[in-house]
C-alpha cells in the first residue's frame, strides 16, 4: 500500500508544530511497511530531514492565498487555481492508495485546495483522511458554493479529530454522525522528541521500557552489585511490583562486566529474576547488549536512560554523597533509600520512602524477607498512584508513542472500508 501526505510545506521546521506530526507519521508508516510519498511545494529545501526511503514530490502549486475563513467573494484567480491544483494532484497521484492531509478542507487559506481535493476525490478511488487540527465550527446557513466545500466532506473521505471529547463538535461541523469521525492522537515520542544514544534507541526498541509502569536504572558495578548494592532485593521487589500487577523494567548500566567471574555473576542475577517470575525485557543489563559496554557505558547513556525512569530502590549497604542518587532525584523518581544507611537521609531528607535494608549504620534482620520486600513494594505502588505528575508521565510514555498510536489509532484508520 502506498500512501500520500499531501502538504502545502516548503521546509520541515520543528518550529511549525504540524511539521512533527507529519514527521512522525512518515517514520511510523515506514516502519510498518508502507511505501511512504510526501507531497510539497516545488521549493521544499529541507531533503534532508526526511525520513530515509520516503520518496519527495516537490509538486504541490504555490499560490498568493487569501484566507477565505469569513466567507468573502471568491478571487478571480480562485477558479484557476483549483484547476491547477486538480491537475497536477491527479496526475501525480495515480500509484496513491491513501492520502493522509491536515486542515487543507478546513482552513480558509487553503480554498484552492480544497477545491481540488473535492473534485479529485469523486474521480478516484483514493481513501482520503483529513485531519482537522483545529476547533471546527458550523458554517452560517446561507453560505453559498465555494465555501460549502470547507464544511463538506469529500466522497471517499473520513474526518479525523484529535480528541473524543469534542468530536460530536468536528461531525456537527461537517454534518457527519459521529460514526463517521476517527479519532488519532498527536503522538509525542520520546525517541524523536530526544537526541537519544544509538544505545538508548537500541534499548527501546528492544525491551518494554515505553510500556512499563515503573521502570528504574540501577547504574553500578558488576563487582558490586550483589553484596554492595544488594541487587537482589531490588529484583524480589520488582519481582513483588509485578506480581501485584504492575509492568515492570529494571535497567541496570553495569560496568567493569569483563572477567568471567563477573559474567557468571549476571547469569545468577538472572536465573534469580527469572525464578521470581520475571521475564527477559524486564530484567536489561547493558554489558549483555554488546561486548563493547563491558566496560561501562557513557554518562549520556546513563542520563538519557533515567529520563525514562520512575522509580529508584537504592538498598546500598554504604554511600558517602552518591551520584546515582542525586541522578534520581534530578529525574523526579520516587526514592526508596536504605534507613541503615545515615548518609542517605542527608540528601533524601523527607523526600524519600525509607527502609531498613541492612546496611553501614545499622544491620536489620527481617523474620521473612520475601514478605518484607512485598510490603515495600505494596508502598512504592501506593505512593506511585497518589503521584499524578508521575502517572501523567508514564500515561503519556505508554499511550502516546508512535508504535501505540499507529497500532490502536492509525492502522484500523487505514484499513477500513469507506
Not at 69 to 81: I, R, T
Not at 83 to 103: P, Q, R
Not at 187 to 214: F, G, M, T
Not at 349 to 370: R, V
Request: aromatic share 10%.
Amino acid at each position: 500500500m502506498k500512501i500520500g501526505l499531501l502538504t502545502t510545506l516548503y521546509e520541515l521546521n520543528s518550529s511549525y508544530s504540524l511539521s512533527s506530526v507529519i514527521e512522525s507519521q512518515m517514520i511510523t508508516l515506514k516502519k510498518y511497511g508502507y511505501e511512504v510519498v510526501l507531497f510539497v511545494h516545488d521549493n521544499f529545501k529541507d531533503d534532508a530531514k526526511v525520513p530515509e526511503g520516503v520518496e519527495i514530490r516537490k509538486v504541490v502549486p504555490r499560490f498568493l492565498l487569501i484566507d477565505y475563513s469569513d466567507f468573502q467573494p471568491a478571487s478571480n484567480e480562485l477558479e484557476e487555481q483549483a484547476k491547477k491544483v486538480y491537475s497536477v494532484l491527479k496526475e501525480n497521484m495515480k500509484d496513491i492508495d491513501v492520502v493522509f492531509e491536515h486542515d487543507m478542507i478546513f482552513q480558509g487559506w487553503f480554498m484552492p485546495y480544497c477545491m481540488a481535493i473535492h473534485q479529485l476525490a469523486m474521480e478516484s478511488d483514493i481513501k482520503w483522511f483529513h485531519w482537522t487540527h483545529s476547533v471546527p465550527k458550523p458554517p452560517p446557513s446561507d453560505i453559498t458554493y465555494p465555501h460549502t466545500l470547507r464544511f463538506k466532506l469529500p466522497a471517499n473521505s473520513r474526518l479525523v479529530y484529535l480528541n473524543n471529547a469534542s468530536l460530536v463538535r468536528a461531525a456537527e461541523a461537517y454534518g457527519l454522525y459521529p460514526k463517521d469521525v476517527r479519532v488519532v492522537y498527536n503522538p509525542v515520542d520520546p525517541r524523536l522528541l530526544w537526541n537519544l544514544h544509538p544505545l538508548v534507541q537500541s534499548l527501546l526498541q528492544k525491551y518494554p521500557i515505553l510500556e512499563a509502569d515503573l521502570v528504574q536504572v540501577y547504574p553500578l558495578s558488576t563487582t558490586r552489585m550483589v553484596d554492595g548494592k544488594q541487587i537482589k532485593t531490588v529484583i524480589e521487589i520488582f519481582a513483588h511490583l509485578k506480581q501485584l500487577g504492575k509492568k515492570v523494567c529494571l535497567i541496570v548500566p553495569n560496568a567493569h562486566a569483563n572477567d568471567k567471574r563477573e559474567k557468571q555473576t549476571i547469569a545468577q542475577m538472572r536465573s534469580y529474576a527469572f525464578g521470581l517470575g520475571l521475564q527477559e525485557g524486564e530484567l536489561v543489563f547493558t554489558s549483555l547488549e554488546d561486548p563493547v559496554f563491558e566496560h561501562g557505558v557513557s554518562r549520556d547513556v546513563v542520563s538519557q536512560l533515567f529520563q525514562f525512569s520512575n522509580i529508584f530502590i537504592f538498598p546500598s549497604v554504604s554511600e558517602n554523597c552518591p551520584l546515582i542518587l542525586l541522578e534520581a532525584m534530578l529525574a523526579k523518581c520516587i526514592l526508596v533509600l536504605n534507613d541503615d544507611v545515615h548518609s542517605m537521609r542527608e540528601f533524601g531528607k523527607e523526600n524519600a520512602l525509607y527502609f531498613k535494608f541492612s546496611g553501614i549504620d545499622g544491620t536489620t534482620t527481617h523474620t521473612n524477607p520475601s514478605l518484607f520486600n512485598k510490603d515495600v513494594a505494596k508502598i512504592i505502588i501506593a505512593e506511585y498512584e497518589s503521584n499524578r505528575a508521575l502517572k501523567a508521565n508514564t500515561t503519556l510514555r505508554q499511550q502516546f508513542n508512535l508504535d501505540e498510536v499507529y497500532k490502536k489509532q492509525i492502522l484500523p484508520l487505514i484499513h477500513e472500508q469507506i
